[in-house]
């Protein structure tokens, strides 16, 4: 079994064969002037990624999708509360029905698509990477991924979609304009809360705070001289 000497700072440590750097917090070794220690080199934690097992590749590209869907998921909600707040009135019938085309667009193709994928990736790489089985900051995130496609799902994409409807109908002679609009406020309402989660969550990605307590890696006594 490979040992290695402690105290031991993160830049040693990155030299350790079979480990990738995925973080900056080191955890490992005695106090500053206690005698070195021999520990299992499986056993340090310097707060990097697993031994390298052939899934860097996969983890990277799990990485480069949930980067871009997130980038699409929070356009799209940009640009869903912007057209609500340009938006002509009902009374204004063909604009407003030309508008509610376009939401309606936005987020089937656009923002329903982003959202699914930062979920399938997030959900696929908390699985692959064992570093995030204990991270309280990934847990928390993949929660919220989840209510957030949920929350998406009922009270946007689907409200937006038949107010588009409904609007193509009134505007067809088929349906009363006066009943339109009445989603509008819980529409924007949604987007804001969504929007600020999805921030939360960038925040989370990117500080990665500590919610969990972490346990103190395995000492083994020194090797006999």
């Not at 009135?89 to 030309?98: E, F, V």
Request: contains cysteine.
């Amino acid at each position: 079994m490979d040992e290695i000497r402690a105290p031991l700072n993160c830049r040693e440590a990155a030299a350790v064969p079979g480990r990738s750097r995925a973080g900056r917090r080191c955890r490992v070794g005695p106090g500053a002037g206690d005698p070195p220690i021999s520990i299992p080199a499986t056993a340090l934690y310097c707060g990097f990624a697993d031994p390298d097992d052939g899934s860097e590749p996969l983890r990277r590209l799990l990485k480069f999708l949930h980067t871009m869907g997130t980038i699409g998921l929070m356009g799209a909600m940009a640009s869903l509360l912007v057209l609500l707040g340009v938006a002509p009135p009902p009374a204004s019938l063909a604009g407003y029905a030309l508008m509610r085309g376009a939401m309606s667009a936005v987020a089937t193709w656009v923002f329903l698509p982003s959202l699914a994928l930062t979920l399938f990736a997030g959900l696929l790489a908390v699985a692959l990477t064992r570093a995030f089985h204990n991270a309280g900051w990934a847990w928390l995130k993949l929660v919220t991924g989840i209510l957030m496609f949920e929350g998406g799902l009922v009270y946007v994409q689907g409200p937006m979609q038949q107010e588009a409807e409904r609007s193509a109908a009134a505007l067809a002679g088929r349906l009363d304009p006066a009943t339109l609009a009445a989603s509008l406020a819980a529409e924007r309402g949604t987007l804001w809360v969504l929007l600020a989660v999805s921030t939360a969550n960038v925040v989370l990605g990117i500080w990665r705070p500590r919610l969990t307590r972490s346990r103190a890696p395995a000492l083994v006594p020194p090797a006999p001289p």
